[in-house]
């Protein structure tokens, strides 16, 4: 195989570092009032959602965006996947503290009022909703072609807890828990910088398919994400998770959001195939930063008691997933182990 | 004194009627499912906020943005102003229905990570939410220069109704009623796009006064948005309003959001001075464009009974807001009529 530079967000001009520093910078400077009854926060930055108290009720709130997989969008003239993204992005969030969707707004920020393009992402935002069972209960559209390129699209949500079920927050993760993986459709919305950089440097087709066959790559990759909440939902119904994690930007890392001082020994977790596979042959990058930049095959995390692994699985089949990894296990020394890659990350 | 050919949005590259047919295909298409317990829609899109209901709690959500004011504070380097206006925009539409703010998630999409940026635009974000005693409850930066000329600031606010207290939607307003107008600080978050083009034409430099002197072009320009809510709050103490709007994009038009049937008579709408006279004499522009695209000197309507107005004064006076004009009433006659300036604009 030929020798390449690897592929890293660095290299293609996305400093992470950079960017925390700057919104550490904006946290500090905001100092925002902290009520302390209504409004009361439960749960900050930093995990997957917010929540907030209201009378007896506490409430989910979390906002996000596609990011550049619109460019992938706009390459391929194809809007429909990235509609259902905004949708998957926030809810799947909301999933992850155990929160049941109720609301979204979308925010829209398009250079140009194309009525064919945001008809095509209406459909994709209607088909994620009724799959989240969420409603639309307000919306943005800003076309400002002096601030935007290409559209951007993002949501925030609110979701909510029924009577008798409390936040999932992961705080009674416990060492000797299971961790449980539901696949991902291909790299849902994270990554697409350097995805975008890879097929470009390589010259790919997005029309032509992968090696083994199959869709078109550029259909492959606009794959819209997955939407767990029916998956959740049906384990919350049952009062099983006791940490639930969505693998986003920062990949595995995700689940040191969890508890600090509990750690995940991961020794299940699936092997790259399909565009992973891909992604790992073509870009040269090693196994620490692939798997803190893609998903890698695990869309969502459900931590369970070991002795609920078996009602787990029956209940994730019940409810559609009958394709669940047993990817490992919580321990007592932090950080996220995989040990068969000698990767192990340290927080998030 | 020069003829020169008015500036309207059309000519600057804006077009509404695009925009709205966009937005509605976009809607059509979204079909979003309808919930009938938790989560059932009290009021659509439509109007300043959208209202759900969580078990007996009713909430307010609204998403809104700065818009190409970045753009002035880029010009000028200062960026507290904008960070104060991302709130303004969502805490008075939440007061204009009587939600009381609660929570804000901003959404920052940004070309570069430049910490002093953030910064000051935290400063402002945290001056606003103070204001409006508002917690941060969540937020998302995305750094994505491919989609982003300039920073694009936006935000979610969710609102609550503190008990006894019902959402104003306007529809008690009757024939009769009198309408209150608070003033504003300037153009807010509005107009922006046709300002700037106007300065351009005219070869104006932002660092001198406007004519009469005070403070510096760009300065005026960039004032923040005032925050209606503490006045708002006072007045709902007393359950005062029977009506409120925020003046926004639309000008006087967003007084033909709150009651279908009812339009509003107003002869004692101010008359314009200091940034709003000077928009006026130099963009050519007649009353009908002016008050659809400019707030006009009044930033938030307050509508009450005949019987409350000098309870109301009087509120509003121990709230801070000293200077409160008598705008004219609802009338049984649909739309909003200026006939001073024989201007009348038949709905929103």
Redesign the interface.
Known sequence: MVRREALTYRSV???HQ??S???R???????????SG??R?RL??GHF????R????T?A?????V??K??LAEQLDRWEEVGEDLVAVNVNDLSAVGA?P????????IPR???????????G??RG??RA????????????????????L?G?A?G?F??GRPPVTGERIRPGDVALGLPSSGFHANGY?LVRRLVEREGLRLGSPLPGGGAPLGRRLLAPSRIYTPAVEALLAEKIPVGLAHVTGGGVRNLARLRSGVGFLLEGWPKPSGLFRWVADLSGLGPEELYQTFNMGVGFVVVVRSSSVDRALATLARAGEPKVWVLGRAVATPGVHLPALGVRYEGY
Do not use: K, Q
């Open positions: 001009g996305v400093d950079a960017i520093r700057s919104l910078g904006f946290l500090r400077a905001v100092r925002p009032p902290r009520p209504h409004g926060l900050g930055p959602s917010g929540l907030v209201v009378g007896r009720e409430l709130l979390t906002t996000d965006g990011g550049t619109v460019l049941r109720l609301a979204l707004l979308d925010y829209l920020a009022p194309e009525e064919r393009i945001l008809r095509a992402i209406g459909r935002v209607g909703l009724r069972r969420c409603g639309l209960v307000g919306g943005e559209t800003a076309v400002v072609p002096e601030l935007h390129r290409a559209p951007d993002s925030t609110l909510y029924p009577p910088t």
